[in-house]
């Protein structure tokens, strides 16, 4: 089985039932909280002390950027906070761009010229690896196995007329790499919804093998099931002729 089958099995659980949609949403919001997470700027001075006249500065200017972090201008700082939240929880990694200063065909969303763009882990090609370049699944590394570059589709595979999609070389210090990993030199494992409790699996790795290790979903259907009342068994609706007979005898039927 693919990583991008496995993925896509887990964006299928997250779509379509409830409970693990559900579960998913409350982690993320306990992650995440209803206004995000925040910076508190404490700029200090030569002595020590917060400069509140800069923190005056600051604030404003942060606060009119996380209207508009992002280069879509369709999410705020807090929502963008829990698309990635989900994105990492549900298929296991993302990815996020920095676009500092003057950009080509970039508009930044506020004064301060820093914008974010959100990457979903289909835009990095699990497919490309290539020895000479020590390109493991999209992620090119130096002979220490440090990041050097992302390689980066333009456009997303999934779109419509969409064939074989360019990549670009994007260097490492400007992608942050969001991902969940259990040993060392791992790059990333998907579906951290598998923590718990329902399904579990490793995708980008240093071997091209991929290992699915499914866990059982019954102890949310058991807990459910433990907390709902149980019903007495329904009343017979058939009785013996004699207890019938009987009956009619007492209601002055006979």
């Known amino acids: 089985m693919t990583g991008a089958t496995l993925r896509n099995h887990a964006r299928n659980l997250d779509r379509n039932h409830d409970i693990i949609s559900g579960g998913l949403s409350t982690v993320i919001q306990h992650i995440i909280g209803p206004t995000g997470i925040n910076v508190v700027p404490q700029p200090r001075g030569s002595g020590g002390n917060v400069d509140e006249a800069v923190v005056d500065q600051i604030v404003p200017l942060y606060a009119e950027w996380s209207k508009r972090p992002e280069v879509t201008w369709l999410h705020d700082w807090p929502s963008a906070q829990r698309l990635l939240a989900r994105t990492w929880l549900r298929d296991g990694e993302c990815f996020v761009s920095e676009l500092r200063g003057s950009v080509p065909f970039l508009e930044h969303g506020s004064a301060v010229p820093y914008s974010l763009e959100l990457l979903e882990p289909d835009l990095v090609p699990l497919e490309l690896n290539e020895s000479t370049r020590r390109i493991l699944q999209g992620i090119e590394r130096n002979a220490w196995g440090r990041p050097v570059a992302y390689h980066v589709f333009k456009q997303h595979p999934g779109d419509a ?36 409790g329902i399904l579990r699996a490793g995708r980008r790795s240093r071997g091209k093998r991929v290992r699915l290790r499914k866990r059982s979903s019954t102890s949310f259907r058991d807990s459910s099931r433990a907390a709902r009342p149980r019903l007495p068994p329904p009343h017979r609706t058939r009785q013996p002729p004699e207890r019938m007979a009987r009956g009619l005898q007492d209601s002055g039927k006979t």
């Open 161 to 196: 007329g969409v064939y074989i999609p360019e990549t670009k070389r994007v260097p490492a210090d400007q992608i942050r790499h969001l991902r969940s990993i259990d040993r060392i030199g791992q790059a990333s494992l998907p579906f951290e919804i598998g923590r718990y």
